[in-house]
């Protein structure tokens, strides 16, 4: 089974904060990809990666960047958290042979005070 | 512009009764279209596909219909089940590896 697990469940930040999420999977996809979820907006995707050290912007990247220094590990980064950053973030990720399912992991819900 | 639309905040169905999610695209060039199941606090899991050069495509008691004219697809869970319960997503993609466009989800909910 593709397992994909992210670093914290629940987190809480202040404004201002640098904050970082962290995706870890262990099937060797090549694909990763950052959403975010919110109330009557579904999933919005923030980033993706395609490969080691490279990235794509996806539909909301404003506020945010990431990070791929390895392939099992894509990490998202609030540079400086604000309130409107208040969500659940869902990490995902993909790879050949399976379609274009993703695999997401539990999600982090962050709060941003 | 949404390109992915789901009309229905939320639907009740009884158990045992059939239920038909209904989810509409505006984008000719999506060719991949998938459905998630999301329970609260965890994050959503793939249930069924389909590509854009087929009309139906059927895994156990889900089933998913396409209508490419009417840009219009549709999954039926038969018979319903009191785990069925949870927020249902439809997605699409234009092929490559490019992150998936959701629609805003629908709340299913089973009565006893």
């Known amino acids: 089974d593709v397992k994909v697990t992210q670093s914290s469940r629940y987190l809480v930040k202040r404004t201002g904060e640098k904050v970082f999420l962290e995706c870890v999977q262990d099937?060797?996809?090549?694909?990763m990809f950052w959403y975010r979820q919110d109330p009557g907006l579904g999933l919005r995707l923030i980033y993706f990666s395609y490969d080691v050290k490279m990235k794509e912007k996806g539909d909301i990247p404003e506020g945010y960047s990431v990070s791929r220094e390895k392939k099992e590990r894509f990490s998202l980064i609030l540079e400086s958290a604000s309130t409107n950053q208040t969500s659940m973030y869902l990490c995902?990720?993909?790879?050949?042979?399976?379609?274009?399912?993703?695999?997401f992991g539990p999600g982090t819900r962050l709060t941003v005070t | 512009d949404q390109q992915v639309k789901q009309n229905s905040p939320s639907l009740s169905v009884q158990e045992g009764r059939i239920s038909i999610l209904n989810c509409d695209y505006t984008n000719s060039m999506f060719d991949y279209f998938l459905w998630y199941k999301k329970y609260p606090a965890e994050g959503p899991t793939f249930l069924i596909s389909i590509s854009s050069i087929k009309d139906k495509n059927e895994d156990g008691r889900f089933t998913v219909f396409l209508n490419k004219s009417a840009k219009h697809l549709s999954l039926h869970i038969v018979p319903s089940q009191p785990g069925d319960s949870a927020v249902y997503f439809c997605a699409a993609i234009v092929g490559g590896a490019d992150g998936l466009t959701f629609g805003k989800g629908t709340h299913l909910i089973i009565q006893p």
């Open positions: 995902a990720s993909s790879g050949p042979g399976q379609g274009y399912e993703q695999y």
């Open positions: 099937m060797d996809h090549e694909n």
